[in-house]
């Protein structure tokens, strides 16, 4: 991993294109500000993990366990 | 074509329940054939099943029946991968979960599972409206009846 130190209001490029820039910290939080094209993607990290935990919990599902859903919902 | 499914047994698929993920689910990225099947008395369920291996299945549900209002925005990119020429061309699917209390259901309304209807190209997406969740309740909590 490539370690850059960045004050405040610094940036970096990645290519041509895409600019990261620190806005503010304060204590341990960091605000970034992102310029890049619009199909490039930008997420938080945590979003792609939820998603893949999300993933393999419900690939756990049993085929009896659609049995119980259906029933609750002929109750309703 | 015969499919080993993990909810049904060995059972005969047409090509027309086939659809093709290029890059994979998350967690899954090696997993690209899939076959939608049907679920028996619950039109509001279906089976996601990878098509080569049996243990490898999803249920899927319209998240339309459980968010009336639900918005998805899909970018430049999805599109192009889902070799989209229209909008209307798309299903929309949420993948359901069960945990331990088969009451404890939830649908994920941020990673929708988008399946062009015409080319069968599907692609599991980051909705760009990320204040949904991965764990939006089924049925709302109702107060226990005495």
Not at chain 1, 22 to 43: E, Q
Not at chain 2, 82 to 108: A, H, M, R
Request: charged fraction near 30%; aromatic fraction near 8%; hydrophobic fraction near 40%.
């Amino acid at each position: 991993m490539l370690i850059l130190a960045r004050k405040e209001n610094e940036s970096i490029m990645i290519g041509d294109d895409i600019e990261i820039t620190i806005l503010n910290i304060k204590g341990d939080h960091a605000k970034i500000g992102i310029k890049a094209p619009i199909n490039v993607k930008v997420y938080r990290k945590e979003i792609f993990e939820e998603i893949q935990s999300s993933n393999i919990q419900a690939s756990k599902i049993k085929p009896d366990d659609l049995k119980n859903v259906s029933d609750l919902f002929k109750k309703d | 074509m015969k499919v080993n499914t993990k909810a049904f047994g060995e059972i005969e698929i047409s090509e027309k329940q086939k659809i093709h993920f290029k890059n994979g689910i998350f967690g899954f990225d090696d997993v690209h054939d899939f076959v939608l099947i049907d679920t028996p008395n619950n039109p509001a369920f279906f089976w996601m099943q990878a098509e080569y291996q049996p243990e490898t299945a999803f249920v899927l549900i319209d998240p339309y029946l459980i968010v009336k209002d639900y918005k998805l925005k899909l970018d430049a990119k999805d599109q192009e991968e889902l070799k989209l020429s229209d909008e209307k061309d798309i299903l929309i699917f949420s993948i359901v979960t069960i945990y331990s209390d088969p009451k404890d259901i939830t649908i994920n309304l941020l990673g929708p599972v988008i399946i062009n209807r015409l080319t069968h190209e599907a692609k599991q997406i980051i909705n760009q409206n990320d204040y949904y969740s991965v764990k939006h309740p089924l049925i709302e909590k109702k107060e226990e009846k005495c």
